[in-house]
DNA sequence: GTCTATACAAAGATAGAC
DNA sequence: GTCTATCTTTGTATAGAC
């Protein structure tokens, strides 16, 4: 079960990697330099271009990295029987919320999607994959609380995840405008209503 | 009625916002310098200092032209007494569907959120108060719609100004990433259905 | 693996001629 | 108003010592 995919990485690559990670979510791909990552760490740019040659390089392994997280969570919590659909529903909501309780930060696809055709081809593709797979997931989700009469939901569920992904990304980066949290909140209150069938909503 | 707001500017700014003002909604902020206006109007880097001293000034006059050009027009739509709370819903959503016909543009505002924490202090404002003010609108008109029957909305209008806004500039930067144009249909189609009270979608 | 040093290009911005 | 020329800073990236 832990296959351990991930390639082994150096503990300073590693480093390297969540302070980009979190760069990007704060300030985007173009908004944060070497020399950013190099004052955090205390280590100099050079020693940065050993672990990533190309700022490239280190924003595909970000994405990758982030990506496999996100996307492991989701398939090991769609995978565990005692979930319900509810309940995979609201795992999806966490990070959300995580990133909400920050000052600065969103989901690193959200910032890199407003300088998406400025981005390296291969972060392009990640960038339209993490889309894709999201809302597969969300789709796939809704679907099968749809069947079990968990959901109520009238058309499609596709459409719906959609919506409901949009609304996600564009809440976070509005609330990191305004500083209301309740931006956020209220994407996620409306969605629990309108998918509870009897209008009340029971998580267990 | 006219009574002329905008600071009357040469025939050259107006160029330099046009060109900028496309650069930001298909590059962002950071994604975008100098050059590539001179490039696109043929005239030098400097010139483009003498109508704009920095890039902050410039960034600043786009977005407020910007705003000034959709808020006025929500304003005279909001005020012109056939258009019922359909109408203007459906107006609203014209200038997304106009980016969306694009393969690389999105809102304004929805391209600088993105990197907000890395904007001039000014733009951050005016940032903010787009998004205020169009969840403001947006607001109001479903809170009239509901009033007048045309909309079917039992909770807080409030509320689903602010999914339907997140959901639309979502959208568009997901539809960006995929080249997808139902990602921003399935928003406007799926609140068409949650907003018609019988179930049938009447504009007039 | 990390450092110093440096190359190289691009960006924002200014001075001053025309 | 626009130009040429230049300055300054920053950013990405490489070479080579340790």
Redesign the interface.
Known sequence: MDHKCVKPRSDTAEKILDVGENLIQ???F??FSYQDISDALGIKKASIHYHFASKSDLGAAIMTRYRQRLEAAMAIAEGTSENSCWDLLEFYFTPYFQYADTP?K?CLS?????????LPADM?KM??GF??DHQTWLAKVLERGKIHGEFAIQ??TV??A??L???????L??K???GEI??LH??V???R??LTPTGKHDKA
Chains 1, 2 share one sequence.
């Open positions: 704060t300030r985007s173009n908004g600065d969103v959200g910032s890199l999607a407003g300088e998406f055709p400025t392009q960038v339209a889309f894709h058309d499609s459409q719906m959609r919506v992904f949009d609304a996600l990304q564009g809440a980066l509005v990191r405008a305004s309740k931006q209220d994407v209150d409306v969605f209503l309108i």
